[in-house]
Structure formats: C-alpha cells, structure tokens
C-alpha cells in the first residue's frame, strides 16, 4: 500500500532529509586513504545525532550501524569494519539514512578516492583484471558520471501522471546507453513512517507501466549499476551485496517527493 504524505508531514521529512543529505557529504569528504570504515561510520551517527535526528538504518531488524558503506564491487549493504580501508583509486559509496520527527529519509552518494598524485594509467587491485577493475581514473570517473546523469534524468520523471516505469525506463537508458548494466535484482522505494515502503521503483522498466504517480508520494529512487553484468552475490558476512563478476558497481540515490507544485528532492543538500 502506497502511503501519502501530508504537506506538515513533507516539512517534516524535509528536515530529516537534510539532515541525511549534510551527513552523508562529511562521510565523503572523510573518504581518504587509509581510514577505515568503522571510523567513517562512528562519524557518521555522531553527526546525525548532533544535527537532531537518529540513525534510521539502526531501525532495521538486526543491523547495527548508521550507514552501509562499500567498496568497488561492493553495491549495497557494506557492514563498516576497521579491517575495511579505503585506498587511492578506490570507489567508496556511502548510503544513511535520518529519522527525524517520525520519519526516514534515505540517500547515497558514491565517489573516487584520488591521492595527491593519481597516476595516468591504469588502476590495479586484488582482484586484478579477473574483476575488470583495471581501470584508469578518467574511466571510473566516467563511469560515476553515467550514475549522476541517470539519476538526474529519473527525478525529472517524478511528477504527477507520470508512471513507475517512466521512472525506471530513465534509469535503464542512460545506464545501458553508456555501456553498463542495471542490477535488476534490488529496487528503489518508497519512505516515510517506513524506511522501505511501497512501491518499489526498479532500474529497469517500460514507461507508462507501474503506479501512477499522485501528490503526497515520497520516493527513494536508486540508480544501482555495475561495470559488467547485472548479476550479485551476497557476501559471507550476510548483508553485503557484491557484484558476481567483482566488477565496480555504484549506487546514486535520493529521495524525492510529488508535491503539487512539482518535483521536490528532499535530500539534496549533498556537498563533497
């Protein structure tokens, strides 16, 4: 069931968005090499409680950590871990959430980790070539780029009388168009009382099919996508979702409200 929100109650997930939104830009800014995860996620709920809201991901059965932080192959779910080290060239994605006032908001942002002197060839990692990760920094760059623009490009689907699918079709064109693969196996959402409500909003989708889209809709819409093909593994930890080939993956998301006078993202107050 799809639940409305009320003007009062958009003012309210407005400032839990915000508050999500500023936190999640600090955690990137902290995305240096040779810190570790656990310390990005300790700053993490430190900050949202600072700012007055809760750590909304804390609110689900079982996981205990304000954000879901992963790296390269790692799309969604990251569990934050001292032994987890950023390094130069990485791809860090960093995804939280505020509960403020009785409501979720949820977001993600993911960007490349450069050292002072990034070198002009190619990348190297564990994983080497096996896991298409060799690759240069104007590639992952570029490739980062594909997340943001298809992001975009599906809020802008996000008024009254379009559809879910208008939605997803966004996603799946710029994504696919570029060369890459959407994850057809995890969905966007809708947020409220709930962090996950209905409905769920895929990366891939035919325009015109779905729920219609009504004011009073929040929605989380998520671009998750990978350098190789669509397929994820869990890993051993039993909430970190990697790719199946290991190849990058990234995820772009933010939620985004149907107002009567139009198309409102609530969490986008995002500086790196």
């Given amino acids: 069931m799809i639940v409305l929100k009320s003007a009062e109650e958009l003012a309210v997930m407005e400032r839990a968005g915000k508050i999500t939104a500023q936190v999640i830009g600090e955690v990137l800014a902290r ?8 310390d990005l996620d300790q700053f993490a709920e430190k ?8 750590p909304g991901f804390k609110k689900v059965a079982g996981y205990d950590f304000a954000t879901c932080i992963n790296i390269n192959e790692g799309l969604v779910h990251g569990i934050p871990t001292r032994d987890l080290i950023v390094k130069e060239g990485d791809i860090v994605s960093v995804d939280a959430g505020a509960f403020y006032g009785g409501f979720h908001t949820d977001s993600a942002w993911t960007k490349l980790v450069k050292g002072e002197n990034p070198p002009a060839g190619p990348l190297r990692s564990e994983a080497g070539e096996a896991g298409l990760k060799a690759k240069s920094y104007e590639e992952r760059e570029g490739f980062l780029d594909v997340g943001i623009r298809a992001l975009e490009r ?6 009254v009388g379009n559809f879910v699918g208008d939605i997803s079709e966004a996603i799946q064109s710029v994504v696919e168009g570029a060369g890459f693969s959407v994850v057809r196996d995890l969905v966007g ?4 009382r709930e962090l996950h ?5 895929p990366c891939f989708g035919v325009g015109g099919e779905g729920a219609q889209l ?3 809709m929040v929605l989380a819409i998520e671009v998750l996508y990978t350098w190789g093909n669509s397929g994820i593994d869990a890993a051993d930890d039993g909430w970190t979702v990697v790719t199946k080939d290991r190849s990058l993956a990234a995820i772009f998301e933010k939620t985004v409200a149907i107002t009567e006078t139009g198309t409102r993202v609530v969490t986008k107050t995002l500086t790196l």
Avoid: F, K, S, Y
């Fill in 197 to 201: 409500e209905d409905p769920q909003i």
């Fill in 189 to 192: 959402h809708g947020v409220g």
């Fill in 47 to 54: 900050r949202i409680r600072e700012l007055g809201g809760e």
């Fill in 214 to 216: 009504v004011v009073g």
């Fill in 154 to 159: 599906a809020i802008a689907q996000c008024r």
């Fill in 31 to 38: 995305a240096e090499p040779g810190v570790n995860t656990w």
